[in-house]
């Protein structure tokens, strides 16, 4: 059952994910070589908790960490551990935060040092297939619609779309209805209405859509050991339009790093 927020509900979840959106903006500061993902994880969870929310996806599913740190191959749900991190990796950094009874969810994958062109290239497809998809979360549109315009965006570059993770709704629990593929077609599957907050994130691999999981229980890899990348928007619809409730704009700020690409989804 899709549930549908009322404005005050919306602007709360705002609220939640912009700590979310935040959290990413301090860590985007410490990503470079040497650095442990478990390292990364204790930032978070204390800005978390500084900031009175709680870190949504520690013991979420008995999930052990509060970041979902996925290097490289990995697509998502990755473990925090004390690896560190080296020259030339990408990592996505999953993370979500419940403040005031409800989630905020957002995701970004970052360059380490150094980045192979090619890799940059997934990276900047993978984020501008997010935006196609959010133009598309609109009041009486469907899910095949976002879905259409994300696997589109990506496959006429050879990528390969993640079938077996999509987004979802989003509330007063991390998953709610709708489910959100990366893929659809065109016209089907649920119809978007005022009030529906959605988590939309494309999961993209350089090679094939295929996947495989680690003995660990969570940690998802592409199949053929090529890199895969992931960014995740929360999005609400307000007025009949899309609009964005995370940002990437404190990333930007870390990194050094202008960008207008958000401002088409603020009201």
């Known amino acids: 059952?899709?549930?549908?927020?009322?404005?005050?509900?919306?602007?709360?979840?705002?609220?939640?994910?912009?700590?979310?959106?935040?959290?990413?903006?301090?860590?985007?500061?410490?990503?470079?070589?040497?650095?442990?993902?478990?390292y990364l994880d204790k930032l978070a969870e204390e800005f978390i908790r500084d900031h009175h929310a709680i870190p949504g996806f520690l013991g979420l599913y008995d999930f052990p960490n509060s970041?979902?740190?996925?290097?490289?191959?990995?697509?998502?749900?990755?473990?925090?551990?004390?690896?560190?991190?080296i020259d030339g990796d990408i990592i996505s950094i999953d993370c979500g935060a419940l403040k005031n009874g409800f989630y905020g969810d957002h995701a970004?994958?970052?360059?380490?040092g150094n980045v192979a062109l090619e890799t940059k290239k997934l990276l900047q497809i993978t984020k501008e297939s997010l935006y196609a998809g959010i133009r598309e979360f609109k009041a009486g549109n469907r899910v095949g619609d976002v879905g259409f315009a994300i696997q589109q965006h990506c496959e006429k570059h050879g990528y390969?779309?993640?079938?077996?993770?999509?987004?979802?709704?989003?509330?007063?629990?991390?998953?709610?209805?709708?489910?959100?593929?990366?893929?659809?077609?065109?016209?089907?599957?649920?119809?978007?209405?005022?009030?529906?907050?959605v988590a939309i994130?494309?999961?993209v691999n350089m090679g094939t859509h295929k996947i495989k999981q680690l003995e660990?229980?969570?940690?998802?890899?592409?199949?053929?050991?090529?890199p895969s990348a992931h960014f995740e928007h929360d999005v609400a619809i307000i007025n009949g339009k899309p609009?964005?409730?995370?940002?990437?704009?404190?990333?930007?700020?870390a990194l050094g790093i202008e960008s207008n690409e958000e401002d088409e989804f603020r009201q």
């Open 1 to 38: 059952m899709i549930v549908i927020k009322t404005r005050e509900e919306i602007e709360l979840m705002r609220e939640s994910a912009l700590i979310v959106s935040k959290t990413l903006g301090i860590l985007a500061k410490e990503v470079k070589p040497g650095v442990t993902t478990l």
């Open 67 to 85: 970041l979902c740190m996925s290097p490289n191959a990995q697509i998502v749900h990755g473990i925090p551990n004390n690896k560190p991190l």
């Open 108 to 112: 970004y994958t970052f360059e380490v």
């Open 160 to 197: 390969g779309i993640v079938r077996e993770l999509v987004g979802h709704g989003l509330g007063k629990t991390m998953h709610e209805d709708p489910e959100m593929p990366n893929y659809g077609k065109r016209g089907r599957g649920k119809k978007f209405i005022e009030g529906m907050v």
């Open 201 to 203: 994130e494309p999961m």
């Open 216 to 226: 660990d229980g969570w940690t998802i890899l592409t199949k053929d050991g090529k």
């Open 243 to 253: 609009e964005l409730l995370s940002t990437f704009k404190f990333i930007y700020e």
